[in-house]
């Protein structure tokens, strides 16, 4: 009869080879994580700097619109002073241009803030996308691998006992 010893050899393999595995998917799934961490900063940050384009852009568009207004009234003052026309006619022509130019900063403003929102919602989308991402990954759970390494230590133990397979039985 063999001795107690000679069967540890192929209980502890299948121990070591539980835990290996184990380890591994602990190690593959904390390494998904951080790359599923960094897509998501690379995202945000993408979508930052399109909000700060966005910003950039209306802010350039206001500009242009407030000098080419500023122009046109100057153009105005200069043919008043020309032809000498004033009263009604110069006032309403003056408040016309100033009335065009609110609208148009209106419309370029409600314009940013239309592409604020978006980006804002495609971020929200982006975090979704993330956290479903992440919550997919699967870590393994050190009770159930608990469990698992000790199951294999005792279908190990169970299977020499039995004098089944096991390359060790004959030793001893």
């Not at 852009?57 to 153009?75: D, Q």
């Not at 979704?128 to 199951?151: H, Q």
């Not at 133990?157 to 001893?172: D, L, M, R, V, Y």
Request: hydrophobic content about 35%; overall charge positive; aromatic content about 4%.
């Amino acid at each position: 009869m063999c001795d107690g010893g000679v069967f540890s050899v192929p209980i502890a393999l299948a121990i070591a080879s539980a835990a290996a595995s184990t380890m591994q998917a602990s190690s593959t799934a904390n390494k998904a994580q951080k790359s599923e961490d960094r897509n998501f900063i690379n995202a945000s940050k993408t979508a930052n700097l399109a909000n700060e384009e966005t910003d950039r852009k209306a802010i350039e568009e206001k500009s242009a619109r407030t000098k080419e207004g500023m122009l046109e009234r100057s153009r105005l003052a200069v043919l008043q002073g020309e032809s000498g026309l004033t009263g009604n006619s110069f006032d309403r022509t003056e408040t016309e241009s100033m009335f065009n130019l609110g609208t148009d900063i209106a419309s370029i403003e409600s314009n940013r803030d239309s592409k604020a929102k978006q980006q804002h919602l495609q971020s929200k989308g982006l975090l979704a996308k993330s956290k479903s991402r992440r919550n997919a990954i699967t870590k393994p759970d050190f009770i159930g691998a608990g469990l698992s390494i000790a199951g294999a230590g005792v279908d190990a133990w169970s299977t020499s006992k039995k004098g089944g397979s096991n390359p060790f039985t004959a030793i001893g």
